[in-house]
C-alpha cells in the first residue's frame, strides 16, 4: 500500500503562537507547514504545489497581491486572516482573489475546521 502524499501548507505568519498551532494542527493531519517570510519566497515555492496557502494580514508585503494573483493560476487555495477591525485589509484580501479572509478571532477559533476542509 502506497503512503498518502505529504499534504504541504505554505505559511507567511509571524505571530509565533499561531505559526505554533498551524504546525501542530497540521501534523495531526499528515500536513507539513513551511513558514516563508517573504512574497518571493513563496512565490518559489509555489512549484511543491503546496495544498493551502494561509497569509497574516498585517504581515504580508507590498506586491502580496499579485502572489495571491499566481497561487490562484495554479490552482492553489488561499486562506488570508488578520484583525477584525481592519475592514481595509480584509476587503483587499478578497478582491485580490483569497479564498477565505478571516478575523484572527475566527482563525484561532475555527483553524482545525479550515485546515481539514483543505488538507482532506
Known amino acids: ?57 498585517t504581515a504580508v508585503q507590498p506586491g502580496w497581491k499579485e502572489v495571491v494573483a499566481k497561487a490562484k493560476q495554479a490552482g492553489i487555495p488561499v486562506l488570508a486572516y488578520g484583525p477584525h477591525v481592519d475592514v481595509e485589509a480584509h476587503e483587499a484580501a478578497q478582491a485580490a482573489g483569497c479564498d477565505e479572509v478571516v478575523a484572527n478571532s475566527k482563525f484561532r477559533l475555527d483553524l482545525p475546521n479550515l485546515l481539514k476542509k483543505y488538507l482532506a
Open 1 to 57: 500500500m502506497e503512503a498518502a502524499a505529504i499534504k504541504t501548507v505554505l505559511a507567511l505568519v509571524t505571530n509565533l503562537m499561531f505559526s505554533t498551532r498551524i504546525g501542530e494542527l497540521a501534523s495531526t493531519m499528515g500536513g507539513l507547514v513551511t513558514l516563508v517570510s517573504s512574497n518571493e519566497e513563496l512565490v518559489e515555492k509555489l512549484d511543491i504545489s503546496p495544498s493551502l496557502i494561509i497569509l497574516d494580514l
